[in-house]
């Protein structure tokens, strides 16, 4: 079975502070993505990676940054966090081809900024 | 961009009823998924489905490329069913991510 997990469950930060959300996926996947989601604006994406120390903007990337340093690894970065970026943030990965492009999703982190 | 839509956005049943959600798309895709949120959040993969018709248990869903719809049927529904139904697909010759609907919250009560 597919795994990834998300490095917390639930995490309170301060206004400023830098905040790491890290996201492991246990099948070899080359793409690897970061999604937000709010009430009422539902899933939106903040960035995704094709391969190591590739990645892509997607359609919220502002305030946030990724690293991807190994292929199983994915972290997402608050630089600094503001209360905007309270949410419930999701990690998901997939097979970049055939025969399948099905993506799998990790628990979810809620983060909430004070 | 693609577009998306679910329908209905709200649905209550009693135990045991049968329910039929509905997701409509507006360009070509070759993915497309059905998830269940359950209550802490997680997405739960239903079924992997860009065409065709799929069973799974109490679970069944069918994709019609050419008209641009998909169907997930639940039947004998349980009061465990209850949580958000997403549909989210892939664009065909797009970017790797998927757009996601606004989902249905689906409630059965016992």
């Known amino acids: 079975d597919v795994k990834v997990t998300q490095s917390s469950r639930y995490l309170v930060k301060r206004t400023g502070e830098k905040v790491f959300l890290e996201c492991v996926q246990d099948m070899d996947h080359e793409n690897m993505f970061w999604y937000r989601q709010d009430p009422g604006l539902g899933l939106r994406l903040i960035y995704f990676s094709y391969d190591v120390k590739m990645k892509e903007k997607g359609d919220i990337p502002e305030g946030y940054s990724v690293s991807r340093e190994k292929k199983e690894r994915f972290s997402l970065i608050l630089e600094s966090a503001s209360t905007n970026q309270t949410s419930m943030y999701l990690c998901?990965?997939?097979?970049?081809?055939?025969?399948?492009?099905?993506?799998?999703f990790g628990p979810g982190t809620r983060l909430t900024v004070t | 961009g693609i577009q998306v839509e679910q329908s209905p956005p709200d649905l209550i049943l009693q135990e045991g009823a049968n329910s039929t959600l509905r997701c409509n798309f507006s360009d070509s895709v070759n993915n497309l998924q059905w998830f269940h949120q359950n209550p802490w959040g997680q997405l739960i993969n239903l079924f992997y489905?860009?065409?065709g018709t799929k069973q799974n248990g109490r679970l069944s869903a069918t994709t019609v490329a050419t008209e641009r719809y998909s169907l997930l049927y639940i039947s004998s529904s349980q009061t465990t069913d209850s949580g958000v139904y997403f549909c989210?697909?892939?664009?065909?010759?797009?970017?790797?991510?998927?757009?996601f609907g606004k989902g249905t919250k689906l409630t059965v009560n016992p």
């Open positions: 998901a990965s997939s097979s970049s081809g055939a025969p399948t492009y099905e993506q799998y």
């Open positions: 489905i860009p065409s």
């Open positions: 989210a697909v892939r664009i065909q010759g797009g970017s790797e991510k998927l757009v």
